[in-house]
């Protein structure tokens, strides 16, 4: 079945690094791929989407591109803030909706 | 409201007790997804309704869980005669629109509300 394989954490990180979360998937046919956030005592908040290969999502100076040659969909950002430390979720929709198993991202000042 | 709300946000129990979870969609929104977080582990998918009826049962873990949604709204989750495995967070989600994607390929966010926290003891 689908599933969807994302890099361990925890990821720490200085202020104004270069983050990089890799994710890559299996599925058949053209899933829509998506980054979700979990902020700490919050909700899981879409971050980003991509719905077809090629295709860029881009929020809050995160970027994913959909690699459908290489079935990965890793999340970017050229330079994190504090605020950005959450729980990274990427996701899958085909049939059904898969999610990762979630990084940790903390980022200290 | 504004959101998709849960409630209780936390739940303590003893092994052997049911538990009844509740969740609130967004208005108007059609489809309602139930998810289990476990400690270090990613979402996994319960069940999914489309209005009143759950076209998608297949991830439920056992006939102790049950699930339910009355007039196309509120949603119940249900665990019988709990268990110590089933502590993590109950995580509720709220779209316009359900699976399978709307052949437009456009995809209907999920909306998700905050969260149980179950702790069997």
């Known amino acids: 079945g689908d599933s969807v394989t994302q890099m361990e954490g925890p990821v720490t990180l200085s202020e104004e690094a270069f983050l990089t979360i890799n994710c890559t998937y299996t599925?058949?046919?053209?899933?829509?791929l998506f980054w979700y956030v979990q902020y700490p005592g919050e909700g899981l908040q879409l971050l980003l989407k991509?719905?077809?290969?090629?295709d860029k999502g881009s929020n809050k100076g995160f970027e994913a591109t959909y690699r459908k040659e290489t079935t990965s969909f890793h999340l970017e950002k050229g330079s994190v803030q504090v605020s950005d430390s959450a729980v990274y979720f990427c996701?899958?929709?085909?049939?059904?909706?898969?999610f990762g198993a979630g990084t940790r991202l903390t980022v200290k000042p | 409201g504004a959101g998709v709300s849960q409630s209780p946000s936390n739940k303590v129990t003893e092994k052997g007790k049911d538990v009844e979870l509740r969740c609130d969609p967004i208005s108007g929104h059609t489809a309602l997804y139930w998810y289990r977080q476990s400690l270090g582990q990613g979402l996994e998918f319960l069940i999914y309704?489309?209005?009143?009826?759950?076209?998608?049962k297949s991830g439920l873990p056992s006939d102790r869980f049950s699930a339910e949604r009355t007039g196309g709204s509120v949603s119940t989750l249900t665990i019988q005669r709990t268990q110590q495995e089933d502590s993590a967070v109950y995580l509720c989600a709220s779209s316009h629109q359900g699976w399978p994607r709307p052949t437009s390929g456009a995809y209907n966010e999920q909306f998700f509300g905050p969260g149980t926290r179950l702790t069997v003891l």
């Open positions: 996701a899958l929709v085909n049939n059904d909706m898969r």
């Open positions: 599925a058949t046919g053209y899933p829509s």
């Open positions: 309704f489309q209005g009143n009826s759950a076209p998608d």
């Open positions: 991509a719905t077809k290969a090629d």
